[in-house]
């Protein structure tokens, strides 16, 4: 790759960011010597985290439908949202996968001891009011 | 409190907290020099091994390797820690921290406040040095930022302790005495060097170094059928993102490496690693090259047909060319 073909292709990385976060590429340049070059992305990354993301939505929105027909529990929907298993989010709560797939039953969702929930709220960076509703 | 600790950008995130450490003891080392002593160019792709449920495609070694494997070459002595208990990590990291000591730690990516959404995953092999403490808010040198930055004790204790694949389990690391120092020399290098083309080419698994790569190539022939048209497109993106992550320097660290290769062989004083730089960095270019394929997948899904077995081919290339050039490399120090 050659200095002048670093991409700038900038999509996720927040340009008022205060700590400024960049790639940093190693490109030739005319003389056949490294440069470091920092870039603010790549078109087929983006493309690649963004397809990732997109995929994730329309799951989490099939989850969703079926919170609406009564299936699952919205913490159901909310681990499929931010990327959550039972297994990572049972280490971190140090609730059992066991109860955490129970949850995401309705019938024992509104069971949920509220302790519980504060502290699966809080796993999963949302408030509880958010947990309980899929909105 | 905060450190005199000069922070500076890098590319690959160990990588920058390791030269960013040793600066502050006086010991200058370009980023490349780092990957090169630390052996950081690895491949490898390990369908048992899962992320997000997915076959975990690597093209570094286990995270930490390159602090340890460039302290040892250095003779510097160092020291890690892992913590069952989160409280005692901060306590730790605290009382290392005013003794006026930059620490190094292993955090996770999920929870990390200042990166942006879409790219917070499980991924918990991301290094950062904290390089000092105001009231409740920590000072940090995240080596993928292009300055300091804070972050509140409760934030950084939840990214240390962070969870999935691989979880850091509050792991911090620091330097604790130069005594034994030696200065850069050709014998390093060499030692370093053929370590990673042992890896790159002498593990005796399909999965590893650059045979690896091939081996990607002959699963990906397989995705459609193993994980139907979506699946084997989000393995795609998966590859892709790791190829292309914040801190690999582009196309997996073959630039990076290339770059190291031109400084060694300036240095050594042998034209013949120029040669060897300049066609990694072409491998780079095709590693490159694979992805902008690959990122056709995402586009039209249900247009044009493109075949895996057309990506499979260009790895099958990469292969053959990496291993090529590590075996010739691998020659040129062992015939001396």
Redesign the interface.
């Known amino acids: 790759m050659k200095v002048n073909e670093v991409p700038q292709d900038n999509a996720f990385l927040q340009s008022d960011n205060q700590i400024g976060l960049r790639d940093r590429y190693y490109a030739l340049d005319e003389d056949g010597k490294f440069q470091e070059v920092p870039s603010v992305g790549w078109k087929p990354k983006n493309a690649a985290i963004q397809f990732a993301w997109n995929n994730r939505a329309e799951e989490a929105e099939k989850v969703r439908q079926q919170v609406i027909t009564g299936k699952y529990s919205p913490l159901a929907y909310h681990m499929e949202r931010l990327l959550m298993t039972s297994s990572i989010l049972s280490q971190y709560t140090g609730l059992s996968r066991y109860k955490i797939t129970k949850y995401c039953k309705p019938r024992h969702f509104i069971k949920m001891k509220p302790e519980d929930l504060s502290r699966l709220a809080a796993a999963l960076n949302i408030s509880v009011e958010e947990l309980t509703t899929i909105d | 409190m905060q450190l005199d600790f000069e922070h500076r950008?890098?590319?690959h995130c160990e990588n920058g907290v390791v030269r960013n450490l040793l600066n502050f003891y006086g010991i200058q080392l370009s980023?490349?020099m780092i990957l090169g002593l630390g052996s950081g160019i690895f491949f490898s792709h390990m369908p048992f091994y899962k992320l997000?449920?997915m076959p975990l495609t690597s093209f570094r070694p286990f995270p930490g390797t390159i602090f340890n494997r460039v302290t040892k070459t250095l003779g510097i002595d160092i020291q890690w820690h892992k913590f069952k208990d989160p409280d005692k990590a901060m306590q730790k990291l605290d009382e290392i921290l005013f003794k006026g000591i930059p620490v190094g730690l292993r955090v996770g990516v999920?929870?990390l406040s200042?990166?942006?959404q879409?790219?917070r995953?499980?991924f918990n092999a991301h290094n950062l040095c904290v390089i000092g403490k105001e009231e409740d808010e920590y000072i940090i040198s995240?080596p993928?930022?292009?300055?300091?930055?804070r972050i509140s004790s409760a934030d950084l204790k939840k990214v240390r302790y962070a969870?999935?694949t691989s979880?850091p389990k509050g792991r911090m690391y620091y330097i604790k005495s130069l005594k034994d120092y030696r200065p850069l020399d050709e014998k390093m290098i060499d030692k370093a060097t053929l370590k990673t083309c042992s890896d790159m080419l002498h593990i005796p698994f399909p999965m590893f170094g650059a045979q690896g790569v091939a081996y990607l190539g002959r699963r990906m022939r397989k995705w459609e059928d193993m994980y139907g048209k979506?699946g084997a497109?989000?393995n795609?993106?998966?590859v892709?993102?790791m190829l292309?992550?914040?801190g690999t320097?582009?196309?997996g660290f073959r630039?990076?490496y290339?770059?190291f290769l031109?400084?060694a062989s300036e240095m050594l004083n042998r034209p013949l690693w120029n040669q060897l730089?300049?066609e990694l960095?072409e491998t780079?270019?095709m590693w490159?090259d694979f992805?902008?394929h690959?990122?056709r997948f995402?586009?039209n899904r249900e247009g044009k047909i493109q075949s895996y077995d057309d990506l499979a081919t260009k790895l099958q290339i990469i292969s053959d060319r990496e291993t090529d050039i590590f075996t010739r490399l691998e020659k040129s120090i062992k015939r001396g």
């Open positions: 950008h890098a590319a980023e490349p997000h449920g999920y929870n200042y990166f942006p879409e790219y995953f499980h995240d993928i930022g292009m300055n300091k930055h969870w999935g979880p979506r497109a989000l795609l993106a998966q892709i993102r292309e992550e914040i320097g582009g196309a630039f990076m290339a770059a031109q400084e730089s300049m960095s780079g270019d490159r992805s902008y690959g990122a995402f586009k």
